[in-house]
């Protein structure tokens, strides 16, 4: 079974940089939270709006311990999780037993950049802030995140990576691990 699981917060690319790798690599790409809103029939602002965060995070919970079963029917996958997935007890270690995990760094102020207002609009968290809004919300947030990230098995600095630079990286890790 080879999987890679991209942690880290929204914005950084996990979903971008994963549907290439897996297209770069002919392997599977699974978004967790497409997959919540494909089986809740709604999108995830949605969820947070009708049914709350909890139920969000229930169903969230729900794909992750499935993306973890170790049936090789499952095998070959790249995995772009929610920001917030990982940031409960046990869920980096259960993810770093059933594949490789990658932290996906960058500092708030690129974050900030790659999150325009339209694609803010998608996210229940941080709908409708500007720029300094955005920055303070990430920069009291992503200490606490972090020492969920950090327990990754393998960092990625994207701070002033180009996007192509991230993907080789990524590219090399899995060569370098034998992910193959």
Known sequence: MQR?????????????FGRRLAARLGWEFVDTDAEVERRAGMSVAEIFAVHGEERFRELER???????????????????????TVC???????????GTTVYLRMPPSRLVR?????????????AGMDDAELRAFIENALPER??????????????????GSVLRMLLQHIDNQNIK
């Open 4 to 16: 890679l699981f991209l942690v880290g917060f929204m914005g950084c690319g996990k979903s971008s």
């Open 62 to 84: 729900e794909v992750v311990d499935e993306l973890c079963v170790t049936d090789g029917a499952l095998s070959r996958q790249i995995v772009a999780l929610g920001g917030g």
């Open 88 to 98: 409960r007890q046990g869920v980096m270690e259960r993810l770093n037993g059933a």
């Open 114 to 126: 790659r999150m325009s207002a339209a694609g803010r609009a998608r996210r229940p968290k941080i």
């Open 146 to 163: 972090e020492k969920w990230y950090k327990k990754a098995n393998f960092v990625v600095e994207c701070g002033g990576a180009s996007d």
